[in-house]
Nanobody, 115 residues
């Protein structure tokens, strides 16, 4: 069983920055991709950013140039640095870990960007 614990998030004004962190613990088998998703009220959960074990990154078009995903394979952590935030980024953000035995999700962290 893999347990994911998120930290970060919160309330920030437009143009501000926030940083999310996610720690994977438990029976951590081979972790493949790690990612962050978000879900705004009334909307489906969507991929924000993804990073491969080798560090290759993929971003949603809406966050390119503003968000940076990073990971530490030794510590089993994945971070999301969010800069120049917009009100439309308001959502619950979820850490995701993909392993050979299944996908795991964090508890979700609220991010609210005020205009």
């Amino acid at each position: 069983q893999v347990r994911l614990v998120e930290s970060g998030g919160g309330l920030v004004q437009a143009g501000g920055s926030l940083r999310h962190s996610c720690q994977a613990s438990g029976i951590v088998l081979r972790i493949n991709g790690m990612a962050w998703h978000r879900q705004a009220p009334g909307n489906q959960r969507k991929l924000v950013a993804r990073i491969s074990p080798g560090g290759t990154t993929t971003y949603a078009d809406s966050v390119k140039g503003r968000f940076t995903i990073s990971r530490d394979n030794d510590k089993n952590t994945v971070d999301l640095q969010m800069n120049n935030l917009k009100p439309e980024y308001t959502a619950v953000y979820y850490c995701t870990v993909f392993t050979i035995v299944g996908d795991y999700w964090g508890q979700g962290t609220q991010v609210t960007v005020s205009s």
